[in-house]
């Protein structure tokens, strides 16, 4: 049985056996306040409402920073980081975020990168003199502004690393107009009837009380106000203009409403009253308690479905259904992190933290598809530590292991960010490099020739660590095995020259 059905019986015994006990000894007194508690429940609805707009900015506020305190972002300022834009900023953040405006601005306010998505094309054009100057203008901060064109929501912050302890250099710019349709993503997102529009400041007389209810300021100057004509008003100064922007709501009388009816049906019969009180009892339990456990229960299902563990439920209170919500959510974050721990183990090795081999070619795989729909180059290096055997034999398999432990960090170290590591297992290895011809590719080679041989001369092993390598290009037809085994074939001609060598 349901709980809504089990609700409705509870209800209907309370008032069977409240009337034979009350009728002649309780007389209702009227209802009075309605209107405190429409006023109350009008704020409340207020509040959440735009609670929930602020929410919204706070969520591109987050993103901004995010990539303000990244430490590419940071290089890319520096002038280190030459790819920073064509792998970073593809036409895909602007729609996937909803932005319209992006921009960084060096140390000295020189824009470094501005785009901007035309209105009439949709395409991604480079930012605008004017738009440049005025987001310099405006500086750090979030605000309301006025363009030459219409206003934006901007969001502004300084451009430092991700541990925050660089010091903050140059200038990250988000924007997106707020229009029509900027207004019905809010009105879907929130789920309330909302308008927005930019006014005069005298358009209200905001004293006069004939015309307000209630209001209050908020210390960055926000203005919520409540007005006879029912609507809930948010008035946000624009920074660089002397219009407001208005955010309009219609208020609820479904209480004073309901009080009306309750008035006059409690001063007639009891009996109607006592049917009142139950359906009020009702409506509490059910907003209360059964309204918050389906919302649960949907939340969870939700989840349940679409396997994002990263999502948590949003039914709070100190009551026990708000402990249960928290439990679901502690739940949540231990499965987050299993899954992320798991999802490393399954992807890299163990003792090196290099990629394992399937992770390694499902690189290989995404980086021909590049290859083939960009025209990039893609090279892979094959290497094969040398020695690993004698080591194991002689000084046995923990040696061995750091043996080659050594060996992925001197890899590390000479190829950087430039290449995906890869353990094929045992003492082979492989280096993606992305969009590196083997010209460059042999000097990222020779740099691990000069680590290795530094290492060396330090003495801290008792043997001498060094490796043998095959370099293979993508050309159109290969695949991932194809081109690690031309690559592994070169690595064993240079492998047995070295021999022959010796």
């Not at 200038?171 to 879907?188: K, N, P, Q």
């Not at 008035?235 to 609820?252: A, F, G, Q, T």
Request: net charge negative; hydrophobic share 40%.
């Amino acid at each position: 049985m349901k709980l809504n059905k089990k609700l409705f019986i509870l209800s209907m015994a309370f008032i069977v056996i409240s009337v034979g006990v009350m009728y002649y000894i309780l007389r209702l007194s009227t209802f009075n306040n309605y209107a405190v508690v429409q006023e109350k429940l009008n704020w409340d609805m207020m509040e959440s409402t735009f609670a929930a707009l602020w929410n919204e900015l706070d969520d591109t506020e987050v993103l901004l920073v995010d990539w303000a305190t990244w430490d590419a972002t940071y290089e890319f300022i520096e002038g280190n980081n030459d790819s920073y834009i064509e792998e970073n900023l593809p036409d895909s953040i602007y729609t996937g975020n909803d932005l319209e405006y992006v921009a960084i601005f060096d140390e000295a306010m020189n824009m470094v990168y501005g785009g901007m998505v035309d209105r009439e094309t949709s395409d991604i054009v480079p930012l605008g003199e004017k738009a440049s100057n005025l987001f310099i203008e405006m500086g750090a901060g979030v605000y309301i502004i006025a363009c030459e064109d219409g206003y934006l929501q901007y969001f502004g912050t300084e451009i430092t690393d991700s541990n925050g302890e660089a010091p903050y250099k140059g200038l990250m710019v988000f924007a997106y107009y707020i229009d029509d349709e900027s207004e019905s993503y809010l009105v879907e997102k929130i789920g309330k009837d909302i308008m927005i529009q930019f006014i005069e400041p005298d358009t209200y007389d905001l004293m006069d009380d004939r015309f307000m209810i209630d209001q209050y300021v908020t210390a960055e100057g926000v203005r919520l106000m409540m007005s006879i004509d029912g609507y809930g008003r948010l008035l946000e100064p624009i920074i660089n203009s002397d219009k407001l922007m208005e955010i309009r709501m219609p208020l609820s009388r479904d209480v004073i409403e309901l009080g009306r009816v309750h008035v006059n049906e409690t001063m007639r019969w009891l009996i109607l009253s006592l049917l009142v009180l139950s359906a009020l009892m009702t409506l509490a339990v059910r907003f209360l308690i059964i309204k918050r456990i389906v919302k649960l229960n949907h939340q969870v299902g939700k989840i349940t479905f679409s396997k994002e563990i990263s999502n948590r439920v949003g039914v709070h209170g100190t009551d026990e259904i708000g402990v249960l919500s928290d439990g679901i959510n502690r739940m949540l974050e231990e499965l987050e992190k299993s899954h992320s721990n798991a999802n490393w183990y399954a992807n890299h090795d163990e003792m090196t933290g290099a990629l394992n081999r399937r992770a390694g070619f499902k690189i290989i795989d995404k980086c021909i598809q590049t290859c083939d729909t960009n025209n990039k180059s893609l090279t892979v290096a094959f290497i094969d530590v040398d020695g690993l055997k004698k080591v194991n034999d002689t000084l046995g398999h923990v040696e061995g292991d750091m043996l080659i432990v050594d060996m992925t960090d001197l890899m590390k170290g000479a190829f950087g960010h430039k290449s995906d590591i890869v353990r094929l297992g045992g003492d082979e290895f492989i280096a993606i490099f992305m969009d590196a011809p083997e010209e460059t590719v042999l000097g990222y080679i020779n740099d691990l020739e000069n680590n290795t041989a530094v290492f060396n001369d330090a003495g801290m092993r008792p043997y001498q660590l060094g490796f043998s390598y095959g370099l293979a290009s993508y050309t159109t037809g290969m695949t991932s095995d194809t081109l690690v085994d031309e690559a592994d074939n070169h690595m064993y001609v240079a492998k047995k020259k070295k021999k022959s060598a010796l």
